[in-house]
């Protein structure tokens, strides 16, 4: 795994390399085999052939001898005279004789290996000659790391009827050849190390030329981007496969052009597309509760009531309120911003707090409005939209089949101000829990579900946060922390 990491240079360089190195060894290695099988057969041909002298020489004797040819004098016909010193000596090889039992009858050295001085010969020698046709038996050994390669043949008369046995030991010295496998080594191991060299240097300029153009095309793809114009590809000398990914490239970057603009009309419709809906969502906001205001002052309004101008004036700030921030919202629209601007004012939270409640003018809505000041600092208008979008989150989750119940509670910990919101609804199953906060994301069959992503936006702007827990079938409770110093 780690060579396909490598560039395609140092693999081409690495791959000449080893070429070169493998033949080389496999080379050596096929040649120090064919030396050893030629060794093996010329050992076996000379030793071949010095028996078959041998066995002429004692056809000689046999001839000359005064002593009946027999068995019995097979001993004294090679001790005669010293004859089978002399044989030995002329073809500089030891000979020794068995009889046709395998019993040791004359030997021309003492030095012999053990399997030819033993004074009987294996049963196996002897059933095996008898057997075959040939009548020749060889056998090969080892010793103090010299190797012997020895052979049985039967004497025989001039009727040929066998006599007795020759065996004849012969020392495979390798010397010679060893030599000349070392010296024909040394000279591979020179010519092998010129190819390397040649080798090196060609691996070199090979990838070198095959590289360059693709490192061209390499370059030119990384400072490919989709938001600025593209260059193509032009290079002179190349072969037809790098022209071919040139052609590829080129046209791919055609299409690209194509995408890319393409592309940025599609974000672009998107994004007018995503700001209408969370316009559409901000300015429906406030007129819900607007419109439930209106609703209870008509239920509730009475001229002879002492106290008709005030609430006239409370419904009137109420009205007026929510309808700076749909102003405010339009004209952000208008002006191709942001949502209305970020602004940290001094102000009560708490106060803030009642103010945005007291638009839904519901008895199942509880926030204990006698709590002490909290001071912080805040975007009034956006403290205000938190709270109106989590209460109304909240009231939407109660089923029709349940007595509503909304506890809105503010309170100070650590140097925080903490805002908790809980109702008593059908809560978030564990699947849903995790896409809370994304934007467009709802489980209601009406609205954007933009509300409580826009929520998290306001908050974490002012460096807070806001997390839930959920009961399935219980409720949920909803905490708004950020500091009071901004």
Not at 242 to 249: D, E, K, P, Q, S
Request: hydrophobic residues 40%.
């Amino acid at each position: 795994m780690r060579l396909l990491k490598l560039s395609l240079r140092t693999r081409i360089f690495i791959s000449m390399t080893l070429l070169v190195l493998v033949a080389s060894i496999l080379i050596a290695a096929v040649s120090i085999y064919q030396y050893k099988e030629e060794a093996e057969e010329y050992h076996q041909e000379r030793l071949e052939r010095k028996e078959e002298q041998i066995q002429v020489t004692i056809d000689n004797v046999l001839k000359s001898t005064t002593y009946p040819i027999n068995e019995d004098n097979i001993s004294l016909i090679f001790r005669e005279r010293g004859r089978i010193y002399q044989i030995s000596e002329e073809h500089s090889l030891p000979i020794n004789i068995y009889d046709l039992a395998g019993k040791l009858l004359i030997k021309s050295k003492s030095d012999v290996v053990a399997d030819t001085t033993d004074k009987r010969l294996p049963t196996v020698i002897i059933d095996t000659l008898s057997s075959m046709y040939e009548r020749r038996y060889l056998v090969k050994s080892e010793r103090n790391d010299k190797k012997f390669l020895t052979s049985y043949t039967y004497i025989l008369d001039s009727r040929a009827k066998p006599l007795a046995i020759l065996n004849l030991p012969y020392l495979e010295d390798d010397d010679l050849i060893t030599r000349e496998l070392l010296e024909f080594l040394r000279r591979l191991g020179q010519v092998y190390l010129l190819m390397l060299l040649i080798a090196v240097a060609l691996a070199y300029l090979l990838s070198k030329y095959i590289t360059r153009s693709l490192k061209t095309i390499s370059d030119t793809i990384d400072q490919t981007r989709l938001d600025k114009r593209n260059k193509r590809i032009d290079i002179g000398d190349a072969s037809g496969e790098i022209y071919t990914l040139v052609n590829a490239y080129n046209s791919m970057i055609d299409e690209l052009e194509e995408s890319a603009a393409m592309l940025a009309k599609s974000e672009r419709e998107a994004a007018w597309r995503e700001m209408a809906k969370q316009v559409a969502h901000e300015i429906k906001n406030p007129l819900t509760p607007m419109r439930l205001t209106v609703q209870s002052f008509q239920r509730k309004f009475d001229p002879n009531d002492a106290a008709i101008e005030q609430k006239v004036k409370e419904y009137s700030d109420t009205l007026i309120q929510q309808i700076d921030t749909m102003s405010s919202i339009a004209s952000a629209f208008s002006n191709f911003a942001q949502m209305p601007a970020q602004k940290s004012e001094t102000l009560d939270v708490v106060k803030i707090v009642g103010l945005a409640l007291d638009i839904f003018n519901e008895g199942y809505i509880i926030f204990p409005s006698e709590k002490e000041q909290i001071i912080a600092k805040f975007d009034r208008t956006q403290l205000i939209r938190v709270v109106t979008n989590l209460v109304k989150n909240g009231i939407q989750a109660i089923p029709d089949d349940r007595v509503p119940k909304i506890i809105v509670d503010v309170f100070s910990e650590n140097g925080e101000v903490v805002i908790t919101v809980a109702d008593n609804g059908v809560g978030v199953n564990e699947e849903n829990k995790k896409k809370v906060f994304e934007p467009k994301f709802t489980t209601k069959t009406s609205g954007m579900g933009l509300g409580l992503g826009m929520v998290k936006n306001i908050v974490e702007t002012y460096n807070g946060s806001i997390t839930f827990t959920s009961q399935e079938g219980k409720g949920t409770v909803f905490k708004v922390r950020f500091p009071k110093e901004q």
